[in-house]
């Protein structure tokens, strides 16, 4: 199976919404790396079917399918069926999510029940509103359509957050791993440091965090240093010092990391984002990659 590449794949964000994150894939194979989302995962399936490993279960989800995936729960997505995957994704922050919710008189923080939806209408509407936040020049438009259509998804399809297994599951072990991994990510950090911090053998400590968060030490390490790169990007550093900023051996290392959990290089992300006009939002941008 190929790979997704830059040339289908078209990648944005709006400042004026928390800089929320906008993708659209067209026609392309993938096969992402285990990763999780700091922000919520909201997307439609235009052709193929995506295929999503979630929560223990296998999801298939064919065309006019809706995604729905909560913040930091980790997950794998792929093109299912060898056929050839077109969808759109939006990446709102929690932040943004409770302002609007908060209008509706959600007061928590909602939580997905279900990672996979039929709704033709909605998923219409999802759609008509990532083509907005592409093409539209209209502030009012795409204020509008933000706050109806999330207005709907959060109202219908989420219940406020409650404890999760997950959190129910997490052993003080893991918080303690997760607490030096995100203090130390830059560093070349070993089993035997988790040992040390956690007085647990390495099985064990790979065994309880595999089950609590999803996915073993070394993955969730990589992700804290791919989004560590993201911000970095964002504040103009260049590639090859943002890879050594976040502990990976060299350029090409963050690139392959990059793309296996963002489905887009370093180079690409960094492209969009210093070509990005912010008094022309949602305007067109053409990779020439």
């Not at 969808?87 to 939580?111: A, H």
């Not at 539209?136 to 207005?151: C, G, K, P, T, Y």
Request: aromatic share 12%.
């Amino acid at each position: 199976m190929g790979t997704s590449t830059e040339a289908n794949t078209k990648f944005w964000l709006i400042p004026e919404f928390d800089n929320l994150e906008l993708l659209r894939a067209e026609a392309i194979h993938c096969n992402y790396a285990y990763h999780s989302h700091a922000k919520y995962s909201i997307g439609v399936i235009e052709s193929g079917v995506g295929g999503t490993y979630y929560h223990g279960t296998t999801y298939l989800a064919p065309p006019q399918s809706i995604i729905f995936m909560n913040p930091e729960e980790a997950h794998r997505c792929y093109s299912a069926e060898e056929l050839p995957l077109s969808y759109r994704m939006l990446y709102p922050s929690v932040e943004l999510v409770q302002q609007i919710v908060s209008e509706t008189k959600i007061i928590d923080t909602p939580y997905f029940r279900d990672a996979v939806v039929q709704n033709q209408t909605l998923a219409q509407n999802i759609f008509s509103l990532h083509i907005a936040l592409e093409q539209a020049r209209d502030r009012l438009e795409q204020q509008s359509l933000l706050v109806e259509v999330f207005s709907v998804i959060f109202s219908y399809y989420a219940e406020l957050k409650i404890p999760s297994i997950q959190s129910n599951q997490e052993h003080q072990a893991v918080r303690l791993i997760k607490e030096y991994l995100h203090d130390n990510f830059s560093s070349n950090i070993s089993l035997e440091q988790l040992e040390k911090i956690t007085h647990f053998n390495r099985s064990y400590i790979i065994r309880i965090f595999r089950q609590a968060v999803g996915m073993p030490p070394y993955n969730y390490l990589t992700q804290i240093r791919v989004r560590k790169a993201k911000q970095l990007l964002q504040e103009g550093i260049s590639i090859a010092d943002t890879a050594i900023l976040v502990g990976m051996s060299d350029q090409s290392h963050l690139n392959r990391h990059f793309k296996r959990v963002f489905g887009i290089t370093p180079g690409y992300y960094r492209s969009r984002l210093i070509g990005y006009d912010q008094k022309n939002i949602g305007s067109e941008v053409v990779s020439s990659e």
